[in-house]
């Protein structure tokens, strides 16, 4: 069992007044809160072992990049990587998901086929879009049911020969779907085709396990599980880091330069052009291993319980339905009310302290969908509490009142 009072004693940020009442903070789908102790790593960082890695001899130099390595193979263990050269420092899954998708410019051809789903968050719909535009492939989009699950019939029925790349989000930033990426990725392999998940927001709330799922990219985030901003790792199989082509060119990256040619660099030095984000991959590190003290089996059975307790209480409340009725879910509900502008709502509520995200949650498709301009997305984390989710659907009822 977890001690919350403790864990939320660790976040600095949760102890605050916004608008004059205590924060209730139900934006973790946009980003997480940080603990002091990955605040204070970044600050050690600059304070004690700054200088640019893989470059001097001198002793800073060198602590510096040990301490960047060391950090690479703890997101290696955590996400059961094969060899830590699969492992790349990004700024982000849209880095991630961009840089997979320059690679297979050089590899697509007219009449390929590109697979994404109808869940994803536009960072996994629009660098496809652009890739297919470059390259003649079609874009063919995975469909979901009411319930916000993916149609695997639909799916079965997409695949075929030409089917070159599969893409879908681990979970649902919009609607906080689990999806069965697992089944997805083995029947995409037995058509050929490479798989890229969307692990954003997955992390968070599970330990991804690249070997076990076969995926041949995993995407993910620091800042949504609990890391700095600008940071994020790609997981990439190493036959297919070897077959792509460099997404940047740089410093860092190259074995010889001459004007006539450029060697590149082995993995993973060959797409990690230029200084990265030094202090932030060796804080990630920090955050995975908060998150691993915390321990996944506890997040997960604590935010299951928020899960249910708040999907309860809100249907309390008369006109309100949600989005994302699968069975399979992490903690986010996404709801509207009868006749209300899901934006008037967050409005109301963020003057009584509660922050939530109200629009399409860069899913525009998803509302599509469903017909409607957007929703109210409250997404918990294990920092959160049932008190908290009372003060909610109080604030909530209180906006619905005043605005009916
Ligand atoms: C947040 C998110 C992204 C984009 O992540 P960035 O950190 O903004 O690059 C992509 N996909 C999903 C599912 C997300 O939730």
Redesign the pocket.
């Known amino acids: 069992m977890l001690d919350i009072q403790k864990i939320r004693a660790e976040f600095p940020i949760l102890s605050q007044k916004v608008n004059g009442k205590p924060l209730v903070y139900f934006d973790n ?1 946009a980003t997480s809160q940080k603990p002091q102790l990955v605040i204070d790593a970044e600050v050690k960082y600059y304070q004690e072992i700054n200088a640019n890695i893989h470059r001097g001899v001198h002793t800073l130099s060198q602590l510096a990049t040990d301490a960047y390595e060391v950090s690479r193979g703890k997101v290696q263990q955590h996400i059961n990587a094969k060899f830590a050269h699969e492992v790349l420092f990004t700024s ?4 991630g998901i961009n840089l997979v998708t320059n690679g297979f410019a050089s590899i697509l051809k007219p009449g390929d086929e590109v697979i994404v789903s109808s869940l994803e ?1 536009h ?2 719909i629009v660098p496809w879009q652009m890739l297919c535009e470059k390259t003649g492939a079609t874009l063919k989009v995975i469909p979901m049911n009411e319930d916000g699950e993916l149609m695997m019939e639909a799916f079965d029925a997409l695949l075929s020969e030409k089917t070159k790349v599969v893409t879908v ?1 681990h979970i ?2 919009a609607l906080g779907i689990i999806n069965p990426v697992k089944d997805i990725i083995a029947k995409a392999h037995a058509v050929g085709a490479a798989v890229l998940i ?1 692990g ?2 997955a992390v968070p709330h599970l330990k991804p396990d690249v070997q076990d799922l076969d995926c041949d990219f995993y995407a993910f ?1 620091g ?2 599980m609990c890391g700095p901003t600008g940071t ?1 790792i790609l997981y990439g199989k190493e036959e297919w880091l070897n077959k792509l082509p460099p997404y940047q060119g740089g410093g860092e990256m190259i074995k010889e330069v001459t004007f006539e040619k450029t060697t590149y660099a082995d993995l993973p030095h060959k797409f990690e052009a230029g200084t990265p984000n030094i202090a932030g991959g060796i804080v990630l590190g920090t955050a995975i291993d908060y998150l691993n003290s915390v321990g996944f089996e506890n997040i997960q059975q604590y935010e299951n319980e928020l899960l249910e307790y708040a999907t309860k209480r809100l249907l309390e409340i008369e006109g309100l339905r949600i989005y994302g009725t699968g069975k399979n879910k992490a903690s986010v509900v996404s709801f509207n009310i009868d006749g209300i502008h899901p934006y008037d709502i967050g409005s109301i509520i963020d003057k009584l302290g509660i922050a939530v995200r109200t629009g399409h949650h860069c899913a525009q498709p998803i509302m599509t969908f469903f017909c409607i301009p957007g929703t109210i997305r409250a997404s918990f984390s294990f920092y959160n509490t049932k008190e908290e989710i009372d003060q909610m659907v109080d604030a909530v009822k209180k906006a619905q009142t005043m605005l009916s």
């Open positions: 789908g982000g899954t849209t880095f968050h960072s996994n989000n649902s930033n969307d954003a927001q985030s800042h949504k994020g």
